[in-house]
């Protein structure tokens, strides 16, 4: 659950990161596009996916 609690926080922390391209002339859909092709945008929901895992399916206790 902390491995994918840490790549949540890398992946929203580029995703909010990434906003101050609206300030620049971006558009929202010019920001979705940019964001889309960015691997470390992916971390969020990869971290996402790691911890509903590890809680609706945990591993074994012995």
């Not at 790549?7 to 990161?17: D, K, Q, R």
């Not at 990434?18 to 990869?46: A, P, Q, S, W």
Request: hydrophobic fraction near 45%; glycine fraction near 12%; proline fraction near 2%.
């Amino acid at each position: 659950m902390l491995t994918g609690f840490g790549l949540a926080v890398l992946g929203g922390i580029s995703t909010i990161a990434y906003l101050n391209l609206l300030t620049t002339g971006y558009t929202v859909m010019d920001y979705l596009h940019f964001i889309k092709e960015r691997v470390e945008c992916y971390l969020f929901l990869i971290g996402m996916l790691v911890i509903c895992l590890s809680i609706y399916y945990p591993g074994k206790e012995e």
